[in-house]
């Protein structure tokens, strides 16, 4: 692919390992029983998309200040998903097995979302 091709999100370390996490969510939600497909599983499937959308358009605000927000927003999409991939594991939807082998993605993209917005927050301490 042509590096001039790329959206700037797309160069993102962050970008990468969201899109590999939620890839990996919308294969877990798949095992969740026929009656939570349009519950629980369809809100796991937006907070997933969530994550990532919102990495996206934060890349493609133009201050510091709305694209930490942005950043802001996906950490919390991406908490939300944890916490309901925990409930739907203590309600028997996932394999507890499953659900545990996702936790160290959680971690990196948590790492990587912190280290974005706190990059970026340094960068408004500067213009300030």
Do not use: H, W
């Amino acid at each position: 692919m042509n590096e001039d091709a790329l959206f700037s999100f797309e160069k993102l370390r962050v970008y990468e390992v969201a899109q590999a996490l939620v890839k990996d969510i919308y294969q877990l939600q798949k095992k969740f029983p026929d009656e939570e497909k349009y519950g629980l599983g369809d809100q796991v499937r937006r907070a997933a998309v969530s994550i990532v959308a919102n990495i996206a358009e934060g890349s493609g605000r133009t201050s510091p200040k709305e694209k930490s927000r942005f950043i802001e927003i996906a950490f919390g999409s991406m908490t939300e998903v944890f916490c309901e991939l925990q409930l739907a594991c203590d309600l028997g939807y996932i394999p507890k097995e499953q659900f545990e082998e996702l936790r160290p993605r959680f971690t990196e993209t948590a790492k990587l979302l912190s280290g974005l917005r706190n990059s970026l927050s340094k960068s408004l301490e500067c213009k300030g």
